[in-house]
């Protein structure tokens, strides 16, 4: 049961979230109309029957954009969306956290494996990015690990609605907020894409069902962040009997993603040496706050 | 009397032993030792006669046969074959003298006061074998100290000789009472020794080309 | 005949092997097929030996073989837990070695084999030895036998200037190691109460120094650090591994990674738990290892993500897994009074990675070495895309890759995580574990990327090699042992329950009986999935199987949904903004790949306002105890020696003169002793 709504989640209300942020947010801002909602449905439905151009016969490349697509979802699996997750008992903080490093793994390795300089270039700056991002949410994970005396999920997101706001929770749920938007891939952070610089980066190779898979990863992937930041950090409606919770924190999830649309609308790209320094001081304050956690404040 | 005699005739033993370090020209270093031996022999003659015992008269007899007599006669032969001049040695002459005089006077001392230790023999104690004593081993040390400083290889056979010249004056004092064949037998080694010493040098010097014995420095590399 | 007779009958078997090699040093491929027989059948034996350690739990003890009565010592082979696994280990990479060398060694044509596979069969025996002993007067001997063997391995290329100057580096790095471990062994042995070197009788040594002089026993434990931190490789004792890992023969290096810097966790774990008692003692130093491991994990890996060199890339991953293990060993210590739970869990994750990168490990520098033969560099710059003519190598290079990354599903993930979660769990009682576990994971993305850097120019891509290599895979005698890595990496990761349980009985052997909790409670019953019990509740779970199952299911999913639309696949070019370009143009060689990382790395410090770090370079400079410790000693101890042998210039007079002089030292000396003569 609990499968079908994480899945669902992540698969379906995904690419919904992206469409409602593409005509809600950014449409407006842009003073203009926009496509409909459920666009990204049309979009991935076109690629998924477009010709499969290969220029590197590589197995890599073949099967990243699966692994990417798995990888995400098995993350989903992990995730508490509002209640248990179904694989909850099988996996704490840091399967999840390794599980989408796999993401950003099969993005690089696509990267490598094309072996156009574009995406070279793509792919190592995706390692970058992640190698800075990274920190910060394994930290925030271990800060409410601290608090709740354990690793599993589940255990920190009921600890945390059971025992309410600790100032060292407040402190790891805004430095979450602040990395969500470069977990995302979102403008000032969508640096290894980089569209209008490296035409793609990594996928600048990949076209039809290939980047259909990539493109889907990444639309489950914000859900799943979001989740994590949602369901453990801001435990409103976790009480909530059933099927409420799961609305609740639908209800959050998109808050978030549409606060993360309009910072990235709003913002230019940053370079990668500026996007490490943010993140370096992202990371401090994270440090902090975890110290505070293991002084019990 | 004889006291002093003995003490003149062992003061000769080693002033000539130092004339024979000294001089530059081999033959007259030869003739110098061979005045050397025959002073030591006198010594042991002037031992022989104060103490009265037969052996030493044996010693005085080995003694001539082979210092006086025998080991001139090998130099003689390498020095009739060989250039005769010493190469300049190690050490100046005039800071050898000063090394040997501060040796003679340490040794002094040496003797007069720890004479329990090195021999506890009556004759060792008394006057004159004290001071023979210590005579004998500034003869020694002269015969270590040519073996040190000075290049030419006939000198440093001079020096081995002198060695056991001193060696032999101590047992004088030291053990008198020895039966000659011990001492026959000492000298005969040495004369061998020496023939031998004499016979490499010779080869050394067609094979280098000179007897500087500080050219045999192929350890080195 | 007792199992332990298999163990010496092994050993007996590696010498003869050495003495019949070394006879058939001319023939070379006859030569290594032999030596590969000798190990492989010694390994079996061995691996026969330990398994039965580790399955019954009980430790196995031969006769003495020789005694030296004076120094009350006897040489009896003894295998208890952890020596299982170490035999274990060193069978494993033993095999692997020696069969991937048959082939390999054939390379180098000038050099006689007469110098490696004797001088390999006899470095094997001693390290099984060494693990095999409770004595430390013989655990000495041997650890010097395994030191001049490793070392004349290492310099296998004598025309190689590189090789010689790394060699000398680690012969004198390691014996200045094992003079550290003589003294403090030797300071043990004067204050023992019963004069022995057995390990019982240290161990009443020290229990009696830790009552009148502590700050001894401190000493003593540091020297021991310093001798097992060199040769483990742990900064800033192990500067010598970077060089001289690349310089030695490619399956050598594989032994030197995988097996070797192993007895430096060994030692340690000997040192800390049979030579010393549970005591504060134990604590304060398992918090100053785990500090030390980390501080390994951090400089080593950001070294790495510079390196071009593929050995020297993978010379510095092994400092920095050894860095974990040390975190995790030095946790398990740290914490062995406090909460013998995590403790436990803490040390059988140390002993895990150890396993894990044994096999990784070996497992990299045989595709490196591959990738050596076949294109005859070791500079990723000048040679990459090699899985197109060497797929298998590849494959093999990927697996071992994720594995040492720690990515799900492999064993490298598995032992990490234990790591990671014991050393969380751990600082609630002792904080300072929570931030070396940060830095720990955050090295783990590092290694990572430099990983991802090793694969993807070496193996991925388009192929880039001088038109002298030939075009296809190495011999199967080398992709045997790396497929075998390959399956062992899968098989750890996904049944981690399987080596735990093993594990187990090793860790709570080294331990007072009766201390360590039972297996179930910590792990859980289920043989699949690892559910650590850990303050009384299931504070961890990770599930291999289960999880695996689930993304197997999803990547069906994604295929089939890939496939809805019957899209048909072309080849095409690549896209180069509609421009030709010949590829080595524009191939993106391998120091560009995380530039603006290392970059950023060598600006940070002084742009985050924090108290001043002096600069990196300050740093690196401290670390290299070899600038401005060993090399300047060495440079001393050269002209001392120099102006010693001044006097033995070669002239016969000098030669007397000293002759004179030491007689007359002599006889003062005994003049002056008393009594007289």
Redesign the interface.
Known sequence: MTFAINLGLALLIGPLLAGIVRKVVRARVHSRQGPPITQPFYDL?K????????????L?VQYA???A???V??AA??TPMGMRAP?G????M??F???V??AA?AV??TG??????YS??G???E??M??VV??VL??CL?TA??KA????MW?MAAWNYLNGPAPSMVVTAVVLFLALQAQVGKLPFDIPEADQEI?GGPF??LS???L??FQ?AFFARQVVYASVLAVIFIPWGLGFAFPWNVGAHLLKVIVLIVLVGVIDVVNPRLR??QA??YF??VI?VA?VA??LA??GV | MYDSAILALTLGVLTTGVIAAELRDLAASTWAYLVHSLFLAGTFAAFAIVTDSPQLYWWVLAAVLTKVIFIPLLLRWYITRHPAADLRPILSPRLSLVILAVLLIVFFKVVHTYMEFIGPTEAAIAEPGRSNLAVAFTVFAVGLYILVTRRDAVKNVIGICLLENGAHLSLVVLAATLPQTVLIGIATTIVISVWVLVYITSGVYQILGTPDTAKLSQLRH | MAVIDLLIGALILLTVGAAVTALLAKWRAVCGYVAFLFVAVASVWVGVAAFHVLSTGSPLSGAPVLTIAPLNSSLVFTVDGLSAVFLLITSLVAVCATLFSVRYMLVYKHHSLIRYYPILLLFFASVISVVSVRNMLFFLVFWEFMTLASYVLVVFETDNPEARRAGLQYFIATHIASGCILLATILLYTYAPVKSFEFGALLEGTRVLMTTSPALVHLILGLFVIGFATKAGILPFGFWLPQAHPVAPSPFSAVLSGCMVKLGVYGLLVVFTSLTPLSHFTTVWGVWLAALGTISVFVASLTALQQTDSKRLLAFSTIGQMGYIWLGIGTGLALLRISPAVAVVALMAGLFHVVNHACFKSLLFLNAGAALYRTGTRDMDKAG?L?RIMPVTAAAAIVGS?AI????GLNG?ASK?LI??SG??G??EI?LF??L??VA??IS??T??YY?KF???LF???LHVGPEVERREVPVSMVVPQVFMGILCVAFGVLPMLALKYLYVAASGILPPGYSPPFASLFGNSAL?V?LGL?G???????PL??LV???G??V???L?????????????????GEEHD?AE???PAH??????N??FAK?YP??P?PRLPRPAAILRLFDIDRWFYSPGLRWGERIIRAISATHAGYPQLYMLWMIVGAALAVIVLFSMGGGL
């Open positions: 439905l690629l998924l029957g477009k010709e499969d151009l290969q220029s590197v016969p590589s890599v954009p699966l692994v697509f798995a990888s979802l098995v699996l992990l694989l008992q099988y996996g704490d840091i399967v956290a390794y599980f490093t796999i793994v690089v390795m490598l494996a094309c072996a156009s300089p070279m270039i792919a190592g700056r390692i970058m992640h190698l990274e920190p394994i930290i271990i690990a601290i005396g354990s690793l599993l255990d035409m600048i190779e039809g069902p290939k259909a898979m889907w990668i040496d490490m320094s370096f001081w401090f440090i975890m110290a293991l002084i | 895309g899985m994720l990354a720690g990515v799900p993930f995580w990671f979660t969380i769990v600082g609630l904080p929570v931030f576990v940060v994971i955050f993305a590092v990572l990327a991802m694969v993807g120019i991925l891509g388009k999935a559910r303050s509740v299931h504070s961890a779970a990770w599930g289960a999880i689930a993304f197997a999803c990547l999913l994604g295929y949904i890939s496939r809805m639309g019957g899209a048909q696949t072309r080849e095409v070019p690549m896209w180069l903004c590829f524009v191939r993106y560009s790949f995380l530039l603006t990382f970059e950023y940070l742009s985050i924090v």
